[in-house]
């Protein structure tokens, strides 16, 4: 059996690997993710099963440029796993840097991502994403 933890370490490896396919792997058919902020951000709003999972990565993935995202502390409970950590990006379609903490919340089921809840500075994301 693989740890709420591990699954969640093997999510974040192949995001760095900027690899959707292997993230898709690791997400339950039913997974739910939720990332909130205002419209002008990308990727923001609330992700229901595999497919509208992967267009939520896609988009992540082509919105910005990764220049940092470090996590820094797993913290497992049972089913659940939170990370914290910082990240800075760039967005693409203006050029404008992203750097904040983050929060991540996570729910594992059958080993895979059941639930992603991201939390971070989301007035500094909007201001990148404005015009």
């Known amino acids: 059996m693989i740890a709420p933890i591990d699954v969640t370490k093997n ?3 192949a995001f760095g690997a900027a690899d959707v396919d292997t993230i898709v792997q690791w997400l339950h058919p039913n997974v739910r993710i939720e990332f909130y902020g205002p419209a002008v951000i ?3 709003g609330t992700y229901n099963g595999l497919e509208q ?3 939520f990565f ?3 993935l082509s919105s910005v440029d990764i220049h940092q995202f470090d996590p820094e502390e797993f913290i497992c409970e049972g089913d659940k796993v939170v990370v914290t950590g ?3 990006l760039t967005a693409r379609s203006t050029g404008k840097q992203i ?3 983050f929060v991540h919340v996570i729910s594992v089921a059958d080993e895979k ?3 992603f809840r991201d939390f971070m500075n989301t007035v500094e994301a909007a201001k ?3 015009a």
């Open 11 to 13: 999510v974040f490896a």
């Open 42 to 44: 990308p990727y923001a």
């Open 53 to 55: 999972a992967r267009g």
């Open 58 to 60: 896609e988009t992540v």
């Open 86 to 88: 910082h990240l800075r």
């Open 99 to 101: 750097e904040s903490d």
């Open 113 to 115: 991502w059941l639930l």
């Open 128 to 130: 990148a994403f404005s």
